[in-house]
């Protein structure tokens, strides 16, 4: 059986397989379907170059993980996964992938020449569960797994660089292809950064990084603002980005190839296609915020609020508390 698939040079796979490439050897590989939880977010992980994920499954599921060698050769899988595919990546053979569905939604009609992977060996535990991403419109599971752990990595990233950062989010429903910052704009004022020059630090760091390789827009906004409710993201968007001035592109940045809007040069070369867009008002960067939000909260005074909130159910209205905004 054969299986066609990428190896991306800029994932620990390509990294790994241009190694034995480079001997003119065949790449020795295994893939697991059905692993514990734990397992799928440390893969969906931009961990750096070298960096085992074994470690962060044990971590994040508190205790080590159980392997066993394959049946063909010294490779190691966890002892507990339900099904174990195992082979060789041919050096130097193609074959057609797709179409087929892909993170960012879109299904081309055409195919894409990838590596072969020839499979081997399969072996599983007694009636196996055989789990499947259906990947296509956000969100589905590329966008849950790889964007809440982008967003984990993001901040430390961040902050580790001196950047005024308080959190960053990865939207499930931009399919991974933007990620929102929030900006401590106290910290901010106190850096004296300007906008342009905020911009092109993150970029660095960001783009700069494999994290950021995944994901080509970032989104800048205030910390006033919940980065995680796409409701607010979009409001902040379209009230606070001057689109004349709060854009920056960053040509030269290295990116994922898959993104469906890039040209054929910027495919080729693994180049462009990134850039950072300020949602920041210009007073934000003195540290305030002029416009009061007007909302329940906001917009009434506490004791039209509080009996508001007292006789919600009387009024009609769900039992539920009013939106904290």
């Known amino acids: 059986m054969r299986i066609s698939g990428p190896a991306m040079a800029q994932q620990h796979l390509g990294m790994i397989h241009a190694m034995w490439c480079d001997q003119g050897l065949p790449t020795p590989w295994a893939m697991v379907l059905g692993a514990r939880p734990a397992a799928l977010a440390a893969a969906g992980m931009p961990l750096p170059a070298g960096v085992n994920e074994d470690g962060y499954v044990g971590a994040l599921a508190g205790s080590p993980v159980e392997v066993v060698r394959t049946e063909l050769r010294d490779v190691y899988v966890p002892a507990n996964a339900e099904i174990v595919l195992e082979g060789h990546i041919s050096p130097d053979e193609t074959a057609p992938e797709g179409p087929m569905g892909e993170y960012h939604g879109y299904a081309f009609a055409e195919s894409k020449p990838q590596p072969v992977f020839h499979v081997e060996a399969m072996t599983f535990r007694d009636d196996p569960i055989l789990p499947i991403c259906v990947a296509g419109l956000p969100p589905e599971e590329n966008h849950t797994i790889w964007g809440t752990m982008i967003s984990a990595v ?68 205030a910390d006033d603002i919940d980065i995680t409710d796409i409701d607010q993201v979009v409001w902040a968007m379209a009230t606070r980005h001057h689109p004349g001035t709060g854009a920056y592109s960053y040509p030269q940045a290295p990116g994922i190839p898959m993104v469906p809007y890039l040209t054929p040069e910027e495919v080729r070369t693994g180049r462009g296609g990134k850039s950072v867009v300020s949602c920041l008002l210009p007073e934000q960067f003195e540290g305030v915020t002029k416009g009061v939000t007007a909302s329940f909260r906001h917009s009434f005074p506490d004791h039209v609020r509080r009996r508001i909130e007292e006789n919600r159910t009387a009024y009609g209205f769900s039992a539920t508390a009013p939106p904290s905004r």
Not at 156 to 163: A, E, K, Y
Not at 167 to 186: N, R
Not at 199 to 218: E, Y
């Open 154 to 221: 993001s901040p430390d990233l961040l902050r580790s660089s001196g950047l005024p950062v308080e959190m960053a989010w990865c939207s499930y429903e931009a399919a991974t292809c933007w990620i929102v910052v929030s900006v401590d704009i106290e910290r901010l004022a106190r850096s004296g950064m300007g906008e342009r020059e905020l911009a092109g630090a993150v970029a660095d760091v960001l783009f700069g990084s494999h994290t950021g390789w995944l994901v080509p827009k970032v989104l800048l906004v």
